[in-house]
């Protein structure tokens, strides 16, 4: 991507208004998302800044607040844009890692095997569980197919079991060192 001035749209998995699914302790997605994000956002963009482009109110709910999250990314004309979201699953039975782009963009493809790829030697390393499952394929998730900069959803883990929930908030800054990492490899190969 040549240096013009990048601007990285950062989505918060959830709401305050919305907190998401309640992971098996009771802890709201929504919480561990808010930690990672802090993280991430610590870090200095290269040529740029981060886009927060949260929207969060009682009276957008989710899914509405996600459309006007879209809308803030699309109205601010970002390079790329990255959902954070750990994942909560109603009955707690789901596991392993996620990063999911929109069939048929190449560049959200790239970012998306990026992202992995530093997930799984970052964080396989340190031996630990879970390790990336897959690379995200066609999803109809309105995030990725409504903004019009390539975008990725990130899901690090599913918060279902005492152990996994354990493994997401000791590796939360890891996480976002990997998630950032990812962002500065693609940020030069496109
Ligand atoms: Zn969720």
Redesign the pocket.
Known sequence: MPDEHHKIAIST??SVASP??LSFNGTP?HVYNTVLVEKLLKYHVPHGEWFRADHDCEDLRYPKHLRQTIKNINDADCTCAMEL?H??SPKHNAFGSLVLYADGSELGYLLAKRLADVFTSNLREMNVYPNIKYLGKKNKKAFLWDTVCPAVIIEPSFIDTLDDMAWAELNQTQIASSIYEGLLGWLKAV
Do not use: P, R
Request: no cysteine.
């Open positions: 998995g959830h998401g699914v997605e979201h994942n909560a």
